[in-house]
């Protein structure tokens, strides 16, 4: 490949940057309408979140549970399952979570009770990840449409548990007991909320790298993605694949809940997710399915919100235009997916493009020796 192409398709694999770029752009445009230096509101957004020690703690706090619901659905995308009930899975994975934290034993050890915790948040994620995975697989059930609602069957279960047979007695509001202060998730950054569930979320997403790059099971997930007629030759059960997968991908987000559960609320509380879930379908599109970037854009989301609140207070703008900002994202990460490289057109292009200067440059030459 020339040097030429190899920039042109250099160009085409930062998309996504591009996508960002220009969703900045045009927000700061719409901050310029209220009258505000959008270039201050840039450094006051993004000096906060992740200039700050206690603004980069709490981007650390929203990286845990983005980080992990963009793996939840990244994974099945490369097996092409869209996996739109990753807030569902979170809110499964708190409940199990917390029900772990709460009823077992207090006389174990607090290490081996927090690994459960957290196994268990996995197991409460890949089980209702699951549901719609055997439905795609067997009964080949849309898995959108069932992901999407199942989202607001797992709120309403939360709800249940959390204003009901969990509810602490007297308490104002729909929220467990208390979760003992042992088992609470170690903090990484002093003084903050910041807590281990960040670390775990970057490591699970260069495991997922590994394993989707280097073992036969990414290989299977990647080409039932491709071409499920052609895994089905090579002896790969597609209907086991797809259970698998979605599980794997409900555990990831299910293990964020499980975090936010006993790292940062304490407690099951009723809506504890302020809807992660979406966030994670954002960063999930923006890091290209690939597991390796998904903490970039993880990272990118998560000081967003997080600097939000810091540009309100200095700027006086209204933390609106972030999710704004967010949305223009989505659409131009999405809108850059229908460009792709095409090496052969591209050669076409550029064979034509230099034959078309040499005739060019033939009639020059002719019309100087005349």
């Known amino acids: 490949m020339s040097v030429v192409l190899r920039l042109i398709q250099s160009v ?29 509101a840039y450094k006051a957004l993004f000096g906060g979140a992740f200039l700050d020690y206690y603004g980069f703690s709490d981007t650390l706090v929203k990286f845990s549970p983005i ?13 092409n399952l869209y996996n739109i009930g990753a807030e ?17 034993p207090e006389s174990l050890p607090a290490g081996l009770h927090i690994v459960l915790c957290t ?28 992901t999407l609602l199942m989202n607001y069957v797992a709120i309403n279960l939360i709800s249940y548990f959390a204003g009901g047979p969990m509810m602490q007695p007297g308490a104002p509001y729909p929220y467990s007991n208390e979760i003992n202060e042992a088992l609470w998730l170690p903090h990484i950054m002093s003084g903050t909320n910041a807590h281990l569930g960040a670390a775990v979320g970057l490591i ?23 071409s499920p007629p052609a895994a089905l030759y090579a002896g790969i059960n597609v209907r086991r694949q797809i259970l698998v997968t979605m599980f794997v991908a409900g555990a990831m987000a299910g293990m964020g809940g ?54 309100q207070r200095a700027m006086g703008l209204e933390s609106t235009i972030v999710e704004a900002i967010t949305g223009l994202v989505v659409i131009f990460v999405a809108a850059s997916l229908a460009f792709r490289f095409d090496p052969q057109w591209w050669r076409l292009k550029l064979k034509g493009r230099r034959e078309l200067n040499e005739l060019i440059g033939g009639a020059e030459d002719e019309r100087e020796s005349v």
């Open 88 to 104: 569902g899975q979170i809110y499964m994975g708190g409940l199990f979570g917390a029900a772990v934290a709460l009823y077992l």
């Open 119 to 146: 196994l268990a948040g996995a197991l409460g994620g890949g089980l209702w990840a699951a549901i719609p995975g055997y439905l795609k697989a067997y009964r080949n059930i849309n898995e959108v449409i069932v």
């Open 67 to 79: 980080v992990l619901a963009g793996l939840a659905v990244a994974i099945p995308l490369r097996s």
């Open 258 to 311: 499980a975090f936010e559960v006993i790292g940062l609320r304490y407690r099951l509380y009723h809506l504890f997710s302020p809807n992660y879930g979406a966030d994670g379908i954002v960063t999930a599109f923006l890091a290209g399915l690939n597991p390796i970037l998904v903490p970039v854009s993880a990272l990118f989301l998560s000081g967003l919100k997080a600097g939000a609140q810091v540009m």
């Open 12 to 40: 085409y694999l930062l998309r996504s940057v591009w996508a960002v770029l220009l969703a900045l752009i045009i927000g700061g445009l719409l901050i310029s309408t209220t009258g505000a230096n959008p270039i201050a």
């Open 204 to 226: 699970m997403c260069i495991v997922a790298w590994a394993v989707l790059r280097y073992t036969t099971m990414g290989f299977r997930l990647d080409l039932v993605g491709m």
